[in-house]
C-alpha cells in the first residue's frame, strides 16, 4: 500500500473503489497533440490501468507551444509522439500499462485500435477521422469522447451508446467541409490554455464514466475562453440519423487504395499505401544516398533533395514535405518509394 492516489481516492466521486475501476480500464487516446498531451498526462497519472498512444506525426518545434508532453530534445531528434510520449510517461507512472502505435488512423485499422478498450478520447484535429471514430463506435458500441480546440474557443461531448442518446453525426451532419474554408489551427491559431482547458474537460468526463458515476455529462459544452463564454447545449438523437438511426456507415468499413491527405498549414502532404510494410530502413538508405541527403533513426527515414523532403515512417506511411499538391505527392512516393 502507497498513497500515490491518495488525495483522488479521498475525493468522494472517486474513492478506493474508483480507483480500482481506473486501474482495470483500458483507455486509447487517438491523437497525442495538444489535446492528446494532456489527455494522456491526466489518465497515466490518474492510474488508469492501460493506455493505448495513437499518432501519425513527430514532434516539431512549433508543438511545444502547447503539446505539453514533449521537449525541445524530442523536437531536435523528431521523435514520433507516440514514442515520445510514452518515454515520458513512463518515467511519470511506472505502474500502467502503455502501447505505442505510429499509425495514420483509418478504416483499416481502426477495429484493432478500439475493439479492445473501454474508452475512445478523440484528441485529433480533423473531422475525417472524428466521423470514423464516430461510425466504428458505433458499430462497437462503445464510449468515445469528442473534443476539439480553436484560437480561444472549444467544444466537447460525450457519446455514449443507447436508444435514446445522439452521436456525433445527429448533432454536425455527415457533410464535411471543403479542404481549406474552414479555419485551422495553423490559420487561426490556438492558444495552450484552450486545449488544456478541452482535455481537462475530456479527462473529467472520462473518469465519471470508467468509475461508473451518474454524473457524467450529456450535453455539448461549448466555451470561448476570450469572450467568457460557457454554455451547454442540449443535444438530442435524430431518429433520421444514417449512423444510429440507420446504421448506414460513409467512413466505417470502407476499403481504400492509397490516402494522400494535406496536412493542415504544413506545406505538407502525408502519403498512406493500401499495405502496411514493413521496411528495412538499411538497404533503403542505400537505395537513395546517390538521389539526395539521407538521415535515419529507428523510426523514421528522412531523405532530401533540395526539392522535397520525406520522411517514411517503418509502416510505409510518408510524409512529404514542400509539396502540397497531393498527386504530386502520390507521384513522389511512387517514384522514390515506389507502391
Ligand atoms: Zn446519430
Redesign the pocket.
Known sequence: MDDRYSRQEAFFGIGKEGQKKLKESRVAVIGLGALGSVTANNLARAGVGFLRLIDRDYVELSNLQRQSLYTEKDAAEALPKAVAAYEHLKQINSRIQMETVITDVNSSNIDSLIEDVDLIMDATDNFEVRMLINEACHHHQKTWIYGGALGASGMTMNFIPGEDK??L??LMGTGLSAPGSEPTCATAGVLNTTTNIIASLQCTEALKILTGSDAARTRLLVIDLWENSFDLISAV??PQ?P???KGEYEYYGKLRGIQTTSLCGRDSVQVVPEHTANIDFASFAAKLENLGKVSRNAYTLDFDNGQFQIKLFKNGRAIIKHVTDEKRAKSIYSEYIGL
Open positions: 445522439p452521436c453525426c445527429c438523437k435524430d440519423c449512423v444510429c438511426g
